[in-house]
């Protein structure tokens, strides 16, 4: 698995956008595309949710129900990182969004449990 740091977080009025980044500088730009790349949320008192996910090699993405439609992941593999565009952004999107990333022989991969290497998230807040 490969450790990540995540920002781009911030405070928006509800229908506003966001685009997080999250970028593994501790590997070469090979290892990095051999990764698939999963973002999860957790919002305060909750547990930690999936959110979205991207395939190694971009092939293909899976978003959790309350996301899709309004966010998008993608990647640049040549820049080790992931992005997260999120549109239409609703108060309950409101959470810490966290990165992660790995290499398992089925895909997607949305639980927590799968992974171990967690960076220190980044804020994301929506005001209604």
């Known amino acids: 698995q490969v450790q990540v740091v995540e920002s781009g977080g911030g405070s928006v009025q509800a229908g506003g956008s966001l685009r997080l980044s999250c970028t593994a500088s501790?590997?070469?730009?090979?290892?990095?595309?051999?990764?698939?790349m999963t973002w999860f949320r957790q919002a305060p008192g909750k547990e930690r949710d999936f959110v979205a996910a991207?395939?190694?090699?971009?092939?293909?993405?899976n978003y959790a129900a309350s996301v899709k439609g309004r966010f998008t992941i993608s990647r640049d593999n040549a820049k080790n990182t992931v992005y997260l565009q999120m549109n239409s952004l609703k108060p309950e999107d409101t959470a810490v969004y966290y990165c992660?990333?790995?290499?398992?022989?089925?895909?997607?991969?949305?639980?927590?449990?799968?992974?171990?290497?967690w960076g220190q998230g980044t804020q994301v807040t929506v005001s209604s």
């Open positions: 992660v990333g790995g290499s398992f022989p089925t895909w997607p991969r949305i639980r927590p449990n799968d992974y171990y290497y």
């Open positions: 991207i395939s190694r090699n971009s092939g293909s993405t």
């Open positions: 501790t590997v070469s730009v090979r290892t990095f595309a051999t990764y698939d």
